[in-house]
Antibody, heavy 119, light 110 residues
Framework: QVQLQESGPGLVTPSQTLSLTCTVS??????????WTWVRQPAGKGLEWIGR???????TFNPSLKSRVTISVDTSKNQLSLKLNSVTAADTALYYC???????????WGQGTTVTVSS | QSVVTQPPSLSEAPGQGVTISCSGS????????VTWYQHLPGRAPKVVIY???ELPSGVSDRFSASKSGSTASLAISGLQSEDEADYYC???????????FGTGTKVTVL
């Protein structure tokens, strides 16, 4: 059974870099043909797709965030990471990692981690 | 602001049915598979429909979906209190090269 757990600092200073980790258990991240995705939800707003890592094809990012986002994989720790630089209050949100064998949906999700951008 | 729109809210009495619309364009809903997610407060989103109208194992058959052109619909029959949640449609947008979520619909069971 695949399980995902997000972690990271709950508070980030404006203009700094937000760094989150998604620890994966139950499967090797690069062990098959799968998609590893980051999604966020600002308080009171809808879901926003940030980007994803595809084990057979690299990374794809939301164009609205592309210049600030890095998604990478640490196979030794079986972790997915998200880095978002130059953050502002608009990046305050609940951040989820998710995965699927299909590029059309995400069927396994972590519980999410809240990040607040504030000085 | 999302390029895929849904009604902000719907409400219905227990036992009744609701239908959530999801309006997009040819570059997303029209040409690509639609997924419907159920999102309860404090919980991770859950797939209730994938590939336009497929029901995942373990999801109640009170959920059904369809698509016509660039509009998709999710129907929930026999509403139960446990169905009270936010529902999002989603699809790949081949013009924007991004996975887009709809604006979301809050379903309230009266």
């Amino acid at each position: 059974q695949v399980q995902l757990q997000e972690s990271g600092p709950g508070l980030v200073t404006p203009s700094q870099t937000l760094s989150l980790t998604c620890t994966v258990s139950g499967v090797a991240i690069t062990g098959g043909d799968s998609y590893w995705t980051w999604v966020r939800q600002p308080a009171g707003k809808g879901l926003e797709w940030i980007g994803r890592f595809y084990t057979r094809g690299g990374t794809t990012f939301n164009p609205s965030l592309k210049s600030r986002v890095t998604i990478s994989v640490d196979t030794s720790k079986n972790q997915l990471s998200l880095k978002l630089n130059s953050v502002t209050a608009a990046d305050t949100a609940l951040y989820y990692c998710a995965t699927s064998d299909s590029g059309w949906y995400m069927d396994v999700w972590g519980q999410g981690t809240t990040v607040t951008v504030s000085s | 602001q999302s390029v895929v729109t849904q009604p902000p809210s719907l409400s219905e009495a227990p036992g009744q049915g609701v239908t959530i619309s999801c309006s997009g364009s040819k570059s997303n809903i029209g040409n690509n598979a639609v997924t419907w997610y159920q999102h309860l407060p404090g919980r991770a989103p859950k797939v209730v429909i994938y590939y336009d109208d497929e029901l995942p194992s373990g999801v109640s058959d009170r959920f059904s979906a369809s698509k016509s052109g660039s509009t998709a619909s999710l129907a929930i029959s026999g509403l139960q209190s446990e169905d009270e949640a936010d529902y999002y449609c989603a699809s790949w947008d081949e013009s924007l090269n991004v996975y887009v979520f709809g604006t979301g619909t809050k379903v309230t069971v009266l």
